[in-house]
């Protein structure tokens, strides 16, 4: 399992390095149709990716995680190897743009040795599916969610017969 989870991520970061830049110029006319999508604002927070060592030291040194929901009455715990090193796959080496109007649904301790070491609140509305990571309270890295972890929490959703926010 942990070679599949590390090819995995190898070939994640392999697939982003070989991706084209895509070009953020956008049309700042007073032309611009009203049914366009809203870009963030030139002043929105934007925070890199987690980068790939930093992953790769969380899925090895993980013990515990904690996903918090902040509108449901209950928390997820993984204590188990299999199941923690699992739930990075839900985390894409791609960087998330931030959407100032999207609010997250819960928060995700990740612990070593009974310490948090990085928090991370995700976001599943139509628009923003996506993690922003914080170390020590401090705003990190943004990255998108990955078409597992969308399911991952979609089947929790399905489970309690509520949808997705």
Not at 27 to 49: C, F, G, I, W
Request: proline content about 5%.
């Amino acid at each position: 399992m942990k070679k599949l989870v590390y090819l995995f991520l190898i070939a994640a970061t392999l697939f982003a390095c070989n991706q084209n830049e895509k070009s953020s110029n956008t049309d700042q006319s007073n032309n611009t149709p009203a049914t366009t999508s809203p870009v963030p604002a030139a002043s929105a927070e934007q925070y890199p990716a987690m980068p790939l060592d930093t992953l790769r030291m969380l899925y090895d040194r993980t013990d515990y995680i904690d996903f918090v929901f902040y509108t449901e009455e209950f928390s997820i715990s993984q204590n188990e190897k299999p199941s923690i090193q699992s739930s990075f796959t839900h985390i894409s080496s791609e960087q998330a743009v931030l959407n100032p109007g999207c609010k997250p649904i819960g928060r995700i301790f990740y612990q070593i040795e009974g310490v948090n070491r990085f928090e991370a609140e995700f976001f599943l509305s139509q628009d923003c599916i996506y993690y922003l990571f914080y170390q020590n309270g401090k705003k990190m890295y943004t990255s998108k969610m990955t078409q597992q972890g969308f399911n991952f929490f979609a089947n929790i959703y399905k489970q309690i017969g509520k949808p997705i926010q």
